[in-house]
């Protein structure tokens, strides 16, 4: 019995020291939003998965004005940030060595988040994961839906 005490004492105390270093790193976190689908935590660009979201100098329409969609995107996500800690599960790199992640903010997954906020789509080409929230922001018009806008990726192609 005795043994078993030492040991479960031993094992509490390792718990303990790997949460508290665990919990120093993530609170130590750098984090730049470079745009509406991607950010930088401690120097390493992490790319969304699965969505993509307007270009920086993208612009959308509605009721004659401009906006800049691309924009909104980003100050969306820099929003849902806040200060809080970013969480991010890994899926791989892409053509241009940055990571491929799903990131999340409170357990809420900042990508579903983006895309039923209207202004991220779900990128089908890649992976059909959020096609139920533009679904959901398309029907009810939420964000770019209620414009005339390009889709990112055929903006990109077109200039």
């Not at 903010?105 to 929230?133: E, P, Q």
């Amino acid at each position: 019995m005795y043994l078993s005490k030492k040991k479960a004492i031993l094992v509490i105390s390792i718990s303990v020291l790997v949460f508290f270093f665990t919990y120093t790193d993530i609170k130590s976190q750098d984090i730049k939003i470079t745009d509406g689908d991607t950010i930088k935590i401690n120097g390493e660009r992490i790319r969304f998965s699965g969505i993509d979201t307007p270009e920086l100098k993208q612009m959308c329409t509605k009721d004659g004005v401009k906006n800049s969609c691309g924009i909104k995107a980003k100050q969306i996500l820099i929003d849902k940030i806040a200060d809080n800690n970013v969480y991010c599960v890994k899926e791989g790199k892409d053509q241009y060595k940055r990571t491929l992640a799903e990131c999340f903010v409170n357990n809420k997954s900042l990508s579903s988040y983006l895309v039923r906020s209207g202004y991220a789509f779900a990128y089908r080409k890649y992976s059909k994961k959020f096609v139920a929230d533009e679904d959901y922001a398309r029907i009810n018009k939420i964000g770019m839906w209620s414009m005339k806008f390009e889709y990112p990726w055929d903006f990109r192609r077109n200039n």
